[in-house]
């Protein structure tokens, strides 16, 4: 079946993929909601809620290891090994792509882990209960637009959503089938961490790195290689049995120029070799038995980005020029399609154990009520006729910790953002403010009608949100602007 929105499939995901405990589960049934637009049987994918008031079990707890603030349901044990596993995951794909070309955020990655036995049973409750209190007469919404009957609701269990302001990750976690040993970074995560880095990043990198991840296998002290694919499995069985065999492979000046487009046959082709020398090319610079390729290859990827490169720049950092790289390529390519390689750190993987310690009622605001915003947008943005639900969830965090007197300053930046996605300034601009000043930002004003100045009066009370999708088609930014 047909999803509603692709937009909310594409992103979800987790920094970390587990093959058979974070996925939706057989057990996971669909419920009953209003219909939606995109045909009959269709499904509708939100993000599950957190319904304080129904959910039992281990109260909430907090800690930081490298670069992330978590927030978890889960027993400490099991919040120690998925926080390792992710460590570990993210070191192990340094041996593909350095720091220096992945995207990275000078604040903490939020993530939120919640235990499988409670969260989607209660938001299933909740929601179904809603909508059926809410469900519209002849299945019409609210724009009067006639709707399919039969639709469904289903919560992803594991969703990533991003804004200018924040990063957080949401996953739940079957305690009795968790198993860390499983746990690798996931394909998506990467597209994420390769396409969202400013100067971009060549495509046909990229496409060569994500392309690695149909034989990549995290392993506990390493990246393990399956043999290669190519551009059919004919013609890599053709290849294997016989390495003298004609193979194409595209000229590298046009290799490295534009992505072949367009809709013949021949363009279509063209194109499946173009993924698969990405692929290979990137191969060849990771396989050891090609000699310490990887430098050269970073280096070549970091002085191409955002350019087209020159075939001096290629000699420069390889030592040779395309005609012998495209042979070299092509007698790789026999012994790619056999022949598996490894790749292990120089030293043992370690970081310093998570300190679990239970959250603070500020922390618990801050992180939750965070992901609850994003939710908000999210929903409003795609599914409006659930928004209510979640922008009342994440208000009820927010405010039930706020008029308790908590004061802490990222928590009210928090609290401020949120004001601002729902369009009240008047409310979002003390809190803002409070947590500006705290915090030490010299703010200087981002653009010139920008209602974020105190300074003097503000040309405009837009303060309109930016949902993931500017933010994949926007340079970095260190603070919310306005439109």
């Known amino acids: 079946m047909k999803a509603v929105s692709v937009s909310l499939l594409l992103f979800a995901e987790v920094l970390l993929l587990v093959s058979a405990n974070l996925k939706l589960q057989a057990g996971d049934a669909p ?47 099991i919040t120690k090994e998925f926080l390792e596993a992710q460590n570990r995951a993210s070191q192990l794909f340094k041996l593909i792509v350095p720091e220096t070309l992945q995207f990275r955020v000078s604040a903490p990655t939020i993530i939120v882990l919640s235990n499988r036995s409670s969260t989607p049973a209660a938001s299933q409750e909740l929601l179904a209960s809603s909508l ?79 392309g690695l991840f149909d034989t990549l296998h995290f392993e506990p002290g390493g990246l393990a290689f399956s043999p290669a694919n190519w551009t059919s499995p004919e013609e890599a069985e053709r290849l294997r049995t016989d390495a003298s065999a004609p193979r194409t492979l595209i000229p590298l000046v046009d290799f490295f120029g534009t992505r072949p487009s367009g809709t013949t046959p021949e363009t279509a082709e063209l194109d499946r070799v173009w993924y698969a020398q990405a692929t290979l090319f990137v191969r060849w610079a990771l396989d050891p038995k090609n000699g310490v390729r990887r430098d050269a290859l970073w280096n070549f990827v970091n002085r191409s980005a955002g350019m087209t490169p020159t075939e001096d720049l290629f000699r420069a950092c390889f030592g040779w020029g395309y005609a012998e790289m495209r042979d070299r390529l092509s007698d790789y390519l026999p012994s790619a399609l056999k022949n598996s390689f490894r790749l292990r750190p120089e030293q ?136």
């Open 31 to 77: 419920v009953a909601a209003a219909p939606a637009a995109g045909g009959p049987n269709a499904i509708v994918e939100l993000p599950p809620l957190e319904v304080e008031v129904r959910v039992t079990g281990h109260p909430w707890s907090y800690a930081e290891s490298s670069g992330f603030e978590v927030l978890s349901r889960c027993s400490d044990s």
């Open 132 to 210: 059926a209190a809410d469900r519209p007469p002849a299945h019409e919404d609210l724009r009067g637009l006639r709707l399919p009957p039969a639709s469904t609701v289903r919560f992803m269990p594991n969703l990533r959503l991003a804004d200018v302001d924040a990063f957080a990750v949401y996953a739940i976690i079957d305690e009795t089938t968790f198993d860390a040993d499983h746990l690798e970074l996931a394909r998506e995560h990467a597209y994420f961490l390769l396409t969202q880095r400013t100067p971009p990043l060549p495509g046909w990198f990229v496409t060569g790195v994500l």
């Open 348 to 483: 043992k993987i370690s970081f310093a154990p998570p300190k679990i310690r239970e959250a603070s009622p500020a922390e618990i605001g801050r992180l939750k009520g965070e992901w609850e915003r994003l939710e908000a947008v999210e929903v409003r943005n795609f599914h409006p006729q659930f928004a209510s639900r979640y922008v009342d969830q994440a208000e009820r965090t927010l405010q039930s910790i706020y008029t308790r007197g908590e004061r802490d300053p990222r928590f009210l930046a928090v609290k401020g953002l949120f004001e601002c996605d729902q369009g009240r300034d008047s409310e979002a601009r003390p809190l803002l403010e409070a947590a500006a000043a705290w915090i030490g930002i010299n703010r200087t004003p981002c653009c010139p009608n920008c209602c974020c100045k105190s300074d003097q009066p503000a040309a405009s009370d837009a303060m309109s949100p930016f949902s993931q999708w500017q933010v994949a088609s926007m340079p970095l930014r260190s603070k919310r602007s306005c439109r």
